[in-house]
């Protein structure tokens, strides 16, 4: 696929969604976002998880350069939804896939995301560093019924 072709893929998935407006980034630089990507056009979608494990849409940050690098405030609770669109020649169809997350920041805490999709294939691995450049540790994927469950007990 053509960068033509992937940026009018992008454009027109960004214009079919309603309600879409950037992530406001005010918070200090904490998660940088490292894209892999292939005939697709990724995006992250942002929210925030109250108390009560209801979401907040903040907005959404394009993936559409090698590294990405926002804030996300600590000690709250995201919901993080990474969105890979691609579409096949000649199909009218896009395909969609996700991979949501919850993330708990932490103070003084940085958080490398690698993002992966090519030939249809994704991942995304989230890791903690801590001051001082240690490896750091593997975020678990957290999905937001866990959260449902934890809020109930």
């Given at each position: 696929?053509?960068?033509?072709?992937?940026?009018v893929?992008?454009?027109a998935?960004?214009?079919?969604?309603?309600?879409?407006?950037?992530?406001?980034?005010?918070?200090?630089?904490?998660l940088?976002?490292?894209?892999?990507?292939?005939?697709?056009?990724?995006?992250?979608?942002?929210?925030?998880?109250?108390?009560?494990?209801?979401?907040?849409?903040?907005?959404?940050?394009?993936?559409?350069?090698?590294?990405?690098?926002?804030?996300?405030?600590?000690?709250?609770?995201?919901?993080?939804?990474?969105?890979?669109?691609?579409k096949?020649?000649?199909?009218?169809?896009?395909?969609?896939?996700?991979?949501?997350?919850?993330?708990l920041?932490?103070?003084?805490?940085?958080?490398?995301?690698?993002?992966?999709?090519?030939?249809?294939?994704?991942?995304?691995?989230?890791?903690?560093?801590?001051?001082?450049?240690?490896?750091?540790?593997?975020?678990?994927?957290?999905?937001?019924?866990?959260?449902?469950?934890?809020a109930?007990?």
């Open positions: 696929m053509t960068r033509l072709s992937i940026a893929l992008s454009a998935f960004l214009l079919g969604c309603s309600g879409i407006k950037p992530y406001p980034d005010t918070s200090p630089k904490n940088r976002v490292q894209s892999q990507v292939e005939g697709a056009a990724a995006e992250v979608d942002v929210y925030r998880v109250d108390a009560d494990c209801r979401t907040e849409y903040r907005g959404r940050v394009s993936l559409d350069r090698s590294a990405v690098e926002f804030g996300l405030p600590s000690g709250s609770l995201h919901y993080l939804d990474f969105i890979f669109a691609s096949t020649f000649l199909s009218p169809s896009v395909n969609v896939v996700r991979y949501e997350t919850l993330l920041p932490r103070p003084e805490r940085r958080y490398d995301v690698q993002v992966r999709y090519v030939q249809s294939i994704y991942s995304v691995v989230i890791r903690e560093t801590a001051p001082g450049g240690s490896t750091g540790r593997v975020i678990e994927r957290g999905q937001l019924s866990d959260c449902v469950k934890r109930r007990l």
